[in-house]
């Protein structure tokens, strides 16, 4: 077998075992969990104030039992937060970061 036929079965192998894969893997975004936690993550976020409980926007049962809920409301909450990291207040005397925010994740 020359080279060029091996790097080519190799190449196609690779190909294969790659696209047999991504079928493996899960598309989270298309769930309606994790749409309806973005959704609440992404309220929070925009209304969020520090040590105010009121103002987090959670599904506690679908927080407590579903991971896309759990994931949407990161990614939404994180995506649509306004950033104040230097404003007085802005929530670093409470341990709040851009990270973990009300959640404590």
Request: with cysteine; hydrophobic share 25%; net charge positive.
């Amino acid at each position: 077998m020359t080279r060029t036929v091996r790097k080519a079965v190799l190449l196609g192998a690779l190909l294969g075992l790659g696209l047999s894969l991504s079928g493996c893997a899960s598309d989270d975004t298309k769930d309606p969990d994790y749409q309806s936690g973005y959704s609440a993550g992404c309220g929070t976020g925009t209304g969020y104030v520090p040590g105010n409980a009121s103002t987090v926007i959670r599904d506690p049962d679908l927080w407590r039992t579903s991971k896309p809920y759990r994931a949407g409301w990161k990614a939404g909450f994180n995506s649509c937060r306004v950033s104040t990291s230097n404003a007085p207040g802005s929530g670093s005397e409470y341990g709040y970061g851009r990270r973990n925010g009300p959640s404590g994740y």
